[in-house]
């Protein structure tokens, strides 16, 4: 019998960019749309069609994969059920969101973090 797939939440591209209103103007160029963020805080949020990007000026350290809205405790559970190493186990962050993180073989990382009630269906 086939396992259940896994509710990873909603997926978001994070990128770390030196220079926010650079990158602003390169993305929207190509055909994205700011569709939130705070770009005096150094962070916008991009869409495009099913992509959701994020673009962070001093917040990252590193490029990510980023999954948002599922039960980060749950999630981190169900994968060390499966075998996988958790980088970061489950955790309450600073920010009062719930994380955890994991690494490919290729040492990318990926990221669950929740704030709590959050929930995407779609990229905002």
Known sequence: MAEEKLNLGR?????????LEKSLAFYGALGLTQVG????????????RNLCLGLYQGHLDENLLNFRGGDVFAL???????????????????????????????????????????EYDDCP
């Open 37 to 48: 963020g705070d770009v005096g805080a150094g962070w916008a949020l991009l869409g495009y």
């Open 11 to 19: 997926f978001f591209l994070c990128l770390n960019v030196r220079d």
């Open 76 to 118: 981190a559970e169900e994968l060390k059920r499966r075998g996988f190493t958790l980088k970061k186990g489950a955790e309450v962050e600073p920010d009062g969101s719930a994380g955890a993180w994991l690494e490919d073989p290729d040492g990318n990382v990926i990221y669950f973090n929740t704030h709590p009630e959050e």
